[in-house]
């Protein structure tokens, strides 16, 4: 778990160069820097998941039916605050737009949540805490 939350502040210090690098309209104008910015939020979620669920299953906080249900078991038992659950939830559904709706993807709304970074590290954060 340590090593994909490793992973993690990689993958945002990746983000945030990426976000000091290009503006918006060079990434809807260049095939290869969006794939990056995708790849780079869609694994960075998938991070957040795979950990949640985790934890949810390892601290038998529930039985989890969804990857959204994993995050409100950290949330309900004071792993996280409301307010993270809230956004972690909504990036859960981008991701899930990312894996099966990736032809619809509004490249202003996922270029924005490189302002969001910051939520990923307090996951982050919270999960070292937490263990």
């Avoid at 969804?66 to 038992?77: A, G, P």
Wanted: include cysteine; hydrophobic fraction near 40%; glycine fraction near 4%.
């Amino acid at each position: 778990m340590l090593e994909r939350l490793k992973q993690l502040e990689i993958n945002v210090a990746e983000l945030e160069s990426i976000k000091a690098k290009f503006n918006e309209n060079e990434i809807k104008k260049d095939i290869q820097k969006e794939w990056v910015l995708r790849y780079g939020l869609l694994e960075s979620i998938q991070i957040v998941i795979d950990v949640s669920c985790y934890l949810a299953n390892k601290m038998n906080l529930g039985n989890p039916q969804t990857y959204s249900e994993c995050v409100e078991l950290l949330q309900k038992h004071g792993y996280i605050s409301s307010e993270l659950s809230e956004k972690l939830i909504g990036m859960i559904g981008l991701r899930n737009l990312l894996v099966h709706e990736y032809i619809s993807i509004d490249i202003t709304k996922l270029y924005s949540l490189l302002n969001n970074l910051n939520d990923f590290s307090s996951f982050a954060e919270a999960v070292k805490n937490a263990i």
